[in-house]
């Protein structure tokens, strides 16, 4: 089953509209979560690394004040995209290791944006 | 600056057939290496993960390999079925912890054909 569950898997909204994505880790705790974007064909580009209890490391280029990322308890981090515009349209998916150094990445099953 | 590339960008295969995904990386000083796959509109699953004192991983009909000093690792899947249509993603992680940034590649787009 599903070890890093994210929702919503579709948001549509209009210009404007400021959108919240979970993004869960479910049978371990994650000190630390990535969240991507992936634009139609193209591979996964890192946007921040979320961090529990201080703040996201952001990618050169990805704007802070844009995509808000929380990571307030050990299971759970959000990203905000705030006031979105068509241009912010894409899939974010999240991400976190276990608990184990050696262990995969999981990751979520991803959510659909579309800014109207 | 670590870039992972994927060879070749699509293949057509059809059902019944063996084949071998690429993946090349510039910086040999890795961690670990994973495959993952991608169905259309989902996230990625995680097939295989090599460490980096590992040659080879395997589960089921997917056998992975891993040449750190030539920066190569391969994605061999045996006996294809429409259902291994997807796409086809290798990773690497730079160092330990959980904090370490997986650089991806470009990606193989699959389609397995009756």
């Known amino acids: 089953g599903a070890v890093v569950s994210q929702h919503p898997s579709w948001v549509i909204c209009k210009s404007g509209t400021s959108v919240k994505i979970e993004c869960r880790s479910l049978?371990?705790?994650?000190?630390?979560m990535f969240w991507y974007r992936q634009f139609p064909k193209q591979s996964l580009m890192l946007m921040a690394t979320?961090?529990?209890?201080?703040?996201?490391?952001?990618e050169q280029g990805v704007e802070k004040d844009k995509f808000l990322i929380n990571h307030a308890s050990l299971t759970l981090s959000t990203l905000t995209v705030t006031s979105a515009h068509p241009e912010d349209s894409s899939f974010y998916i999240c991400?976190?290791?276990?608990?184990?150094?050696?262990?995969?990445?999981?990751f979520g099953d991803g959510t659909r944006l579309s800014i109207l | 600056k670590q870039e992972v590339t994927q060879i070749p960008a699509a293949l057509s295969v059809p059902e019944g057939e063996n084949l071998v995904l690429n993946c090349s990386f510039t910086d040999s000083a890795i961690y670990n290496l994973q495959w993952f796959r991608q169905d259309p509109g989902k996230g990625l699953t995680s097939l295989l993960l090599?460490?980096?004192?590992?040659r080879e991983q395997t589960s089921g009909r997917l056998n992975a390999s891993l040449d750190k000093s030539s920066g190569r690792s391969t994605l061999y899947i045996a006996a294809s079925q429409p259902g291994d249509s997807a796409t086809y993603l290798c990773a690497v992680k730079p160092r330990a912890g959980t904090a370490s940034k997986l650089t991806f590649g470009t990606g193989t787009r699959l389609q397995v054909t009756l």
């Open positions: 979320s961090n529990e209890g201080s703040k996201a490391t952001y």
């Open positions: 090599i460490q980096s004192s590992q």
């Open positions: 049978d371990f705790q994650a000190t630390t």
């Open positions: 991400s976190a290791f276990g608990q184990l150094d050696n262990q995969p990445q999981h």
